[in-house]
């Protein structure tokens, strides 16, 4: 192909994280893994800079991301966890469909960030409020009712589950964004369109790409997929797919449902 006419890449790093809602947000955990890839190299894993633990810490990712983002380097980041939660919630306690909005009323009531405390601790009724702000497994946001497979955030103790990364992860994302300020680009609350030269932040599903990169020898499944993801927002902006997956054709209907919800980048444009 010409080279006037490959795509020209949005982005210039790329990150892949497969997250874990186990444990407090200080605890080193084996199952939190971060790879970062580049436009002209390929994913590899990041560390805890500066510390002689092996894994990350929830703390601690979090003020990697914020570092890192603060760099100025367009940077795409895919988290593996829901980012918002279904329009039948937001309906259930009268809640404004403001993404922002819902980040606050969240953390007041499950304060996952706070030293030492554990999702678990929130559900029991130790700590927090979370038994005025539960969910209905049933309940599935349109994206996840979209990949046929994704399990409601409400679906908590059961292989694949998201729910107890998902109510781990959401503080930390409005920390991040209140840090962060409009130099990052939270998908797709901010906009379905990420404007030029800008970070941007979205949810991911590593089960829709798994398959289609192979596993490295020696990685753990929970290495596997933070790979993965690195790699497809790679593949995806270099080959030029990725604005259909930004842009999802969905209704006007859909859109505005999603836009509150959330959408998982990598899902088909259909």
Excluded: N
């Amino acid at each position: 192909m010409d080279a006037a006419l490959l795509p020209v890449p949005a982005f210039r790093r790329y990150v892949g994280i497969d997250y874990s809602g186990a444990a407090a947000p200080e605890t080193s955990l084996p199952g939190l893994r971060a790879f970062v890839a580049c436009r002209d190299a390929p994913p590899t894993e990041a560390r805890p800079p500066g510390s002689p633990r092996r894994h990350w810490s929830r703390a601690g990712l979090a003020d990697w991301l914020m570092r890192l983002l603060a760099e100025g380097v367009p940077t795409l980041v895919g988290i593996d966890h829901g980012f918002s939660f279904p329009r039948a919630y937001f309906e259930k306690y009268g809640l404004a469909p403001d993404w922002p909005a819902f980040l606050d009323d969240f953390a007041a009531h499950w304060p996952t960030d706070a030293p030492g405390a554990r999702v678990e601790d929130v559900r029991r009724g130790l700590t927090g409020r979370g038994a005025a702000r539960g969910g209905d497994a049933r309940w599935r946001r349109l994206c996840e009712a979209r990949t046929g497979r994704a399990k409601s955030v409400f679906h908590f103790d059961v292989p694949g589950s998201v729910a107890k990364s998902t109510f781990a992860g959401l503080p930390w994302l409005r920390r991040l964004r209140r840090g962060l300020g409009r130099g990052v680009h939270f998908w797709p609350y901010d906009g379905w369109d990420v404007p030029p030269g800008v970070s941007a932040l979205a949810e991911a599903y590593p089960s829709l790409w798994r398959e289609a990169f192979p596993r490295r020898p020696g990685h753990t499944p929970d290495q596997h997929d933070a790979c993965c993801a690195a790699a497809w927002l790679r593949r995806a902006d270099l080959s030029g797919a990725l604005p259909q997956y930004l842009t999802p054709r969905l209704s006007p209907e859909e859109l505005a449902v999603a836009a509150v919800e959330g959408w998982i980048l990598g899902v088909a444009p259909v």
